[in-house]
């Protein structure tokens, strides 16, 4: 299978879809000659036309709500946010008009629509640049909130998610663009929305994560296998809303302690939910109060290199905190 990294999985994704289906289309600010502020659709307009890869105006409420007409009217349109930082312009589109359609149609209406947006640090993009905005997302009922982990799941993810019925929210770890490799296969395929995965096997603590977290939850379960024969499971959430309980459930009612990595702030976090799951489901199996590493309750990402680094979770950090619950 050929090696790549996230971006050139997502865009393999959209040109076989496009290939597909003729209902597919972009929308987006700059896709199309320059492909996207990442390039992550970068030769897609020359391949399929204007028509079908559209660079909108620069209006996040009203890119949003024209995809959500069009998919209202048969097409499968994929929205692409320049980034998940601009994704509260048009919240009352995706939250209020895009989930609620089919739930206040009885089910007469779809609305077949691909929000994506890339989140996170890793960018030195600063305050405006850096945000993660999923758990305000995971709060509405009809709108699956998607996060892959490595470019075989954005590929697979993208895909069903082109495919479904209704909208979901795609977001893509910009730390891991160009970071993240891996083998992807070039045949059709796709990884289902809703399952969670076990990556990692282990028998002492679950660790619980997502997106660029999940990638330093490998590396650090693996630092503390071969360092301090400390045996870790790793989870990737893969989907977040709906969220897989069953496979936390079951991971730590074998191992009895729990981590939860994840980029956003702690307050409020998505991971305040798998943990109150866990605290109200896996009481009995706990030996030890459910951990949450997250970066700290601050406004935004800080701009300056010294900060910043003292801000974002690493490989180090989430080791320390790995090894510290192993020991409680």
Request: proline share 7%; charged share 20%.
């Amino acid at each position: 299978m050929p090696e790549m990294n996230l971006i050139e999985a997502i865009r393999q994704a959209l040109d076989e879809e496009m290939a597909r289906d003729e209902a597919v289309f972009l929308a987006g600010n700059d896709i199309g000659d320059l492909g996207g502020l990442f390039r992550t659709t970068r030769g897609l307009q020359a391949k399929y036309s204007r028509g079908r890869v559209i660079d909108a105006p620069l209006s996040t409420s009203a890119l949003v709500g024209l995809c959500i007409g069009a998919a209202l009217r048969g097409k499968r349109p994929v929205c692409e946010i320049q980034l998940a930082d601009q994704l509260p312009l048009a919240f009352n589109q995706i939250v209020n008009e895009a989930a609620r359609i089919h739930y206040r149609t009885n089910g007469d209406w779809n609305v077949p629509l691909v929000v994506r947006a890339p989140y996170g640090g890793g960018t030195g993009g600063g305050l405006y640049e850096s945000q993660s905005p999923e758990a305000y997302f995971t709060q509405v009922p009809g709108l699956k909130v998607v996060i892959p982990s490595n470019p075989y799941e954005a590929k697979g993810l993208l895909k069903a998610a082109v495919r479904d019925p209704n909208p979901v929210l795609f977001l893509e770890p910009k730390y891991g663009y160009r970071n993240m490799r891996g083998e992807v296969p070039d045949t059709d395929y796709t990884v289902p929305i809703g399952p969670a995965v076990v990556s990692r096997p282990g028998r002492d603590l679950t660790a619980i994560a997502y997106g660029a977290m999940h990638a330093l939850a490998l590396q650090a379960a693996d630092k503390l296998a071969e360092e301090a024969e400390i045996d870790v499971e790793v989870i990737d959430l893969r989907t977040l809303y709906p969220l897989d309980k069953d496979t936390l459930l079951t991971s730590v009612h074998n191992t009895s302690k729990a981590i939860i990595i994840h980029e956003a702030p702690l307050t409020g976090g998505f991971g305040a939910e798998i943990a109150a799951i866990l605290a109200a489901e896996a009481f009995a199996s706990l030996d030890a109060p459910v951990r949450r590493l997250t970066t700290p309750d601050l406004p935004a990402i800080p701009f300056s290199p010294t900060l910043y680094a003292a801000h974002m979770l690493t490989m180090e950090k989430i080791t320390a905190a790995m090894q510290e619950l192993a020991n409680y």
